[in-house]
C-alpha cells in the first residue's frame, strides 16, 4: 500500500482517502540576540530547538471524520510517535501538539461533505 507518511499506526495518504497536500518542516538554529545598550545586539548560542512540522489537507466525508478521530485517540495516549516517510526514511520520534479541522458543506445529517484540517507535530528529544 502506497503511503506519503506514517505516524505510528496512522497512514497518510490517497489509499486511506487522507492525503495531504502541505508539509511544512521548521527548525530553529538555537541563536538568540541579547540588546546592548550602546551597541548592535549580541548573538548568543542556546542549544538547537526542537523540528516542527505543519502538516495540511483537505479529505472528503466522513471518512475524514473518521481519520480526525483516529488521530486524536493517538494524540490522547500522550505519547512520542515514530514518523517514517513513503519512501522509508525514519524521522525520528515526534508529539502530535493540535489537530485542527474546519467542517464545510454540512448535509442534514451532520456529516461534512469537506473537511480542511492542520496537524501539528513536534520533535520529540527526550529518547
Same mark, same amino acid.
Given at each position: %500500500? =502506497?503511503?506519503q %507518511? $506514517?505516524?505510528?499506526? !496512522?497512514?497518510?495518504?490517497?489509499? =486511506?482517502?487522507?492525503?495531504?497536500?502541505?508539509?511544512?518542516?521548521?527548525?530553529?538554529?538555537?541563536? @538568540?540576540?541579547?540588546?546592548?545598550?550602546?551597541? @548592535? *545586539? @549580541?548573538?548568543?548560542?542556546?542549544?538547537?530547538? /526542537?523540528?516542527?512540522?505543519t502538516?495540511?489537507?483537505?479529505? %472528503?466525508?466522513?471518512?475524514?471524520?473518521?481519520?480526525?478521530?483516529?488521530?486524536? $485517540?493517538?494524540? $490522547? /495516549? =500522550?505519547?512520542?510517535? *515514530?514518523?517514517?516517510?513513503?519512501?522509508? =526514511?525514519?524521522?525520528?520520534?515526534?508529539?502530535?501538539? @493540535?489537530?485542527? +479541522?474546519?467542517?464545510? +458543506?454540512?448535509?442534514?445529517?451532520?456529516?461534512? %461533505?469537506?473537511?480542511?484540517?492542520?496537524? +501539528?507535530?513536534? +520533535? !520529540?528529544?527526550?529518547?
Amino acid at each position: %500500500m =502506497r503511503q506519503q %507518511m $506514517a505516524l505510528g499506526s !496512522f497512514i497518510f495518504g490517497l489509499s =486511506r482517502n487522507f492525503a495531504y497536500h502541505s508539509l511544512v518542516r521548521t527548525s530553529d538554529g538555537g541563536w @538568540k540576540n541579547i540588546d546592548i545598550l550602546t551597541s @548592535k *545586539p @549580541k548573538s548568543s548560542q542556546v542549544g538547537q530547538g /526542537l523540528q516542527g512540522l505543519t502538516i495540511t489537507g483537505k479529505s %472528503m466525508y466522513a471518512t475524514a471524520m473518521d481519520r480526525l478521530d483516529e488521530l486524536r $485517540a493517538l494524540q $490522547a /495516549l =500522550r505519547i512520542p510517535l *515514530p514518523l517514517v516517510d513513503g519512501i522509508g =526514511r525514519n524521522w525520528g520520534l515526534w508529539q502530535i501538539n @493540535k489537530v485542527s +479541522e474546519t467542517q464545510t +458543506e454540512i448535509i442534514d445529517d451532520g456529516t461534512a %461533505m469537506v473537511v480542511g484540517w492542520v496537524i +501539528e507535530l513536534t +520533535e !520529540f528529544a527526550n529518547a
